[in-house]
């Protein structure tokens, strides 16, 4: 069971959840030694998503790391970033709040937006030990294969960010509008998978702080990517991508990782933007051991 923690970085708070098994060991007669060398991992999730995305990925982790997921500004039970959610300001949260918990040099994972946020971080100062990144956003969404499905989305987001907020957070929540997206990402054709992620999606991705926050974060996941600081990311880098991902295509990527000092790439058969959902299990298999996970 996740330990549910609040902090307050620049006059925001940022709520995250701590998965310690070692916790359950020192309860059981494990040293205060012990307890302080096992590995610790920092989780980032993606836009509209909270730390529930990672929670598959937590939980197998927490096996032999110490994990610390939190709600990205903006999102699940975490406030607006008080300077705006820029990519520079996520970028300085990361910092401060890997600082504020104690925790400025562990490995840091980011799916999805949260690649770039890692990223920026890391360019900004953050000095992780090593980086994991799943279906990490290596190219402009402006400029790619995306872009006029990016432009109709931010569109649309200016647009409902204008209704009164109740009304906005409405249209945002409407179950046909998650559904479609849901649809889209999902790979599985196993029912009960595909009926999950639906539901998780249903459950989660409508649980923001503002209409006015989301569309700044929106214009920001679409205006950046991870290639931006490639020359940063001087630390071991894992990156895991899914070979059917919609959302950025698998040849990006693989550009992304060649251009890395010290990195290497992994691919997943059949599933899409999903990792984390559709085989995490697989993406455990190569996180463990990369990160130095005690069991």
């Avoid at 939980?59 to 607006?80: A, H, M, T, W, Y």
Wanted: contains cysteine; glycine residues 8%; charged residues 20%.
């Amino acid at each position: 069971m996740a330990e549910r923690k609040q902090t307050v970085i620049d006059g925001t708070t940022t709520t995250y959840w701590v998965y310690d098994e070692t916790a359950a060991a020192q309860a059981g007669g494990a040293s205060d030694a012990e307890h302080r060398v096992v590995p610790t991992i920092v989780l980032v999730h993606g836009f509209r998503g909270t730390h529930e995305g990672l929670d598959l990925i937590a939980k197998g982790l927490c096996r032999g790391l110490r994990v610390i997921s939190p709600d990205l500004p903006g999102f699940g039970q975490s406030e607006n970033l008080a300077a705006g959610n820029t990519i520079d300001a996520y970028a300085t949260w990361l910092r401060r709040f890997t600082a504020v918990i104690g925790l400025p040099e562990v490995p840091v994972l980011g799916h999805s937006f949260g690649s770039i946020v890692v990223c920026a971080a890391v360019a900004a100062g953050l000095r992780p030990s090593r980086v994991v990144l799943i279906n990490p956003i290596s190219q402009p969404a402006l400029r790619g294969p995306q872009r006029f499905g990016s432009l109709a989305a931010l569109g649309y987001y200016r647009l409902v960010a204008m209704l009164p907020e109740g009304a906005a957070r409405r249209v945002l929540s409407m179950r046909l509008v998650v559904r479609v997206m849901s649809e889209i990402m999902a790979k599985t054709r196993a029912p009960e998978l595909r009926a999950w992620i639906h539901a998780q999606h249903q459950a989660y991705f409508s649980v923001f702080d503002s209409p006015a926050g989301l569309l700044e974060a929106f214009h920001t996941s679409i205006t950046h990517d991870t290639g931006e600081y490639a020359r940063s990311l001087t630390m071991p880098v894992l990156v895991i991508a899914g070979d059917r991902d919609d959302i950025v295509p698998l040849s990006s990527q693989r550009s992304f990782v060649e251009a890395l000092p010290d990195a290497r790439l992994e691919v997943v058969e059949g599933v899409g933007h999903l990792v984390h959902y559709e085989a995490w299990r697989q993406a455990d298999s190569w996180i463990r051991p990369f990160t130095g996970a005690t069991a």
